[in-house]
């Protein structure tokens, strides 16, 4: 068959002149992501070959490897995974099948830092090769067919302007794929053993399957003159022995004892698995025994990744069984207001053949997802308590604080900022947990600047007499801290939390109470400021509701069709009037929301 020149998708074809520049900084990446697709398709042939054991041929040891050329500026990746067909080629190595692609690539600016996080953030996956190359060849035989069934893919991503990629058939033996990489000159220095071996065991160790290097052994330089050793020699160098070893350390992080993981081993996996250039804020590391037997690495991130609100954003963790890997965003696994976690789960007692149908129903999977959640929760219990410094008691005595704790200061308010109100929709969602998630929430107050104010904080600063925790539900900060229905609470200095996340007024229906102590929006029905009102300003009011009796009912027969009641209130203090809606009414901000909606 002859030769196809066949354009990328347009998203493709734009990413690509991106990739180069965006990502100058972070160039070594590369290698995390191909050695990450190599071992991907290991996986996937060890997945098939559970119910086609053919597929091995008689190759069936799975490996990685890496090779160099410095003459011809090459380096090449192989595998012996699954491999792919020419079909299979064109389509995954020319378009981005994930969904918020268009999306994505509208939101890059230009400015290399932002770019570059929004990059990492998405993956770049197979393109990132074109960092470091300026063509790349791939030369792939899929697992089980004909060996005259291989394919050529050859590109130079786009830079002589084309936007395209060639396929041709070929004939090759070995199954699986060689990713040639054409080095560009300013990338040379990849040619290396050394620097090879330190990016493979930076990115890589925790890759299952062996890595391999050919060997290099130091060899002198020829004689100048064979017959003067005193002559001197040509300069000597490292020559392959043309024998292959491991240079990763091919075990699986989560499998290793806690006390021989380093934190930054700990957070490069992370950032493998994540895709962030950032390290995450904290992780969890277990290995949980009894009926349900189960190892868990769970991440939380420093930052949100913009798909975030995405709906039909699945989970952030892995499931592997066993070590062998399964399945990418298993959303049984977390709870949904949990998306944001990444991290790995490997089962000691689900069946490799498992199905995301079969996780929905597996009383494992609950455990598990149990289990999870706990731990998640018990992640963010620890970050809120050490996000601020001990404060100095009275008697001048201040705890020690150890240098962990002290990098653990601020971090909750950094992680609220990015996830809080993802956080809140546990509290719909997760009946079970939801007393722990209400000790998580923090928002903004009228008495304070701060906006990190905690349920906690707000009940020890009650007023004598106060009986509820009042809050408010507005679009943005100004307009909740200048709505009418704060006036008496103001001037009586009673402390109400303002709530300007979209996700508050729904949230806010779960939470009836916070230790006892009932929530109360301060927009809703006849607030009841009882205590709190001195007798004068009691008299006073009751004084008033005589006095403006008719005046109430000609109102309300004025307004029959548009207001359900009207009375006089405590409630305002320099405003003539509000808008209220009743105890068990939509509150008017959720009532806005649903008219934007379109309901
Ligand atoms: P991702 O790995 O997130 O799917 P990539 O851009 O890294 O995205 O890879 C795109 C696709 O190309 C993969 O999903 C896979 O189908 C295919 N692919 C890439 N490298 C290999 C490989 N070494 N062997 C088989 N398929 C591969
Ligand atoms: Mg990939």
């Known amino acids: 068959m002859t030769k196809k020149t066949l354009p990328f998708q347009a998203e493709v074809a734009q990413l690509l002149h991106l990739v180069t520049h965006a990502l100058y900084s972070n160039k070594e990446i590369f290698m995390r992501e191909l050695v990450s697709n190599a071992s991907d398709a290991c996986d996937k042939l060890r997945f098939e070959a559970i119910s086609n054991s053919g597929l091995y041929e008689d190759a069936p040891n799975l490996e990685v490897r890496v090779s160099f050329d410095k003459d011809a500026k090459t380096l090449t990746i192989t595998d012996n995974g699954i491999g792919l067909t020419q079909q299979e080629a064109i389509e995954n190595l020319g378009t981005i099948a994930k969904s918020g692609t268009k999306d994505f690539v509208s939101k890059l600016s230009g400015d290399q830092k932002a770019d570059s996080q929004l990059i990492g953030q998405f993956g770049v996956g197979f393109y990132s090769g074109f960092i470091v190359a300026d063509r790349i060849t791939v030369e792939s035989r899929r697992a089980g067919v004909p ?160 798909d975030l609100w995405n709906r039909d954003k699945k989970g952030g963790l892995k499931l592997y069984v066993k070590r062998v890997f399964i399945m990418d965003d298993a959303e049984a696994l977390l709870p949904s207001y949990l998306r944001f976690v990444k991290g790995v789960v490997d089962s000691a007692d689900l069946p490799l053949n498992v199905s995301r149908e079969l996780l929905q129903e597996s009383r494992d999977v609950k455990a598990i997802r149990e289990g999870c959640t706990k731990r998640v929760l018990g992640m963010l219990e620890d970050l809120a308590k050490h996000n601020a410094l001990p404060e100095t008691s009275a008697d001048g005595v201040t705890d020690v604080v150890s240098d962990e704790d002290k990098a653990l200061v601020g971090k909750y308010t950094q992680f609220y900022a990015e996830f809080g109100a993802v956080l809140k929709e546990g509290l719909g969602e997760d009946f079970a947990n939801r007393d722990r998630l209400a000790k998580l929430l923090r928002f903004a ?63 806010l229906n779960y939470l009836h109470d916070f230790d006892g102590t009932p929530m109360q929006s301060v927009a809703k029905g006849a607030v ?34 548009k207001a359900e009641d009207v009375r006089v209130t405590t409630r305002l203090v320099d405003s003539p009037a509000c808008l209220v809606v009743q105890d068990d009414g939509m509150s008017t901000q959720l009532a806005r929301m649903l008219k934007q909606a379109g309901q």
Not at 174 to 196: C, F, M, N, P
Not at 267 to 283: G, T, V
Not at 495 to 500: A, I, N, P, Q, S
Request: proline share 3%; aromatic share 8%; glycine share 6%.
């Open 445 to 507: 107050s009228s008495t304070t600047d701060s906006t990190t104010v905690s349920l906690a904080d707000y009940k020890a600063r009650m007023k004598e007499g106060q009986e509820a925790i009042y809050y408010i539900t507005a679009d943005n900060a100004a307009a909740a801290k200048n709505s009418p229905q704060l006036e008496v609470f103001k001037k009586k200095g009673i402390e109400v939390l303002l709530m300007t996340d979209r996700v508050d007024e729904w949230a």
């Open 147 to 306: 060996a005259n069934e291989g394919v050529r893919w050859t590109s130079d991503g786009g830079a002589s302007g084309g936007d395209a990629f060639e396929v041709e058939n070929i004939t090759r033996e070995q199954r699986g794929t060689s990713v040639i990489l054409h080095l560009r000159d300013d990338a040379l220095e990849y040619a290396s053993t050394w620097k090879l071996k330190s990016i493979i065991s930076k990115y890589s160790d925790h890759i299952s399957l062996p890595i391999l290097m050919e060997k290099e052994e130091w060899k002198d330089g020829e004689l100048i003159n064979p017959n003067d050793e005193a002559g001197g020699r040509q300069p000597g160098g490292m020559v392959n022995t043309g024998e292959w070893e491991a240079v990763n350390k091919a075990s699986a992080i989560w499998a290793r004892a806690k006390k021989d993981i380093s934190q930054e081993q700990y957070d490069d996996f992370y950032k493998q698995i994540s895709h962030d250039f950032e390290a995450p804020l904290a992780h969890t590391h277990n290995r949980v025994e009894g009926s349900t037997e189960y190892t868990q690495l769970l991440y939380v991130p420093g930052k949100a990744p913009q």
């Open 528 to 561: 009841d400021l009882g205590k709190l009102l001195d007798e004068d300003e009691k008299k006073a009011a009751e004084e008033a509701a005589e006095t403006f009796k008719p005046l109430l009912a000609k109102l309300k027969e004025a307004l029959k069709d």
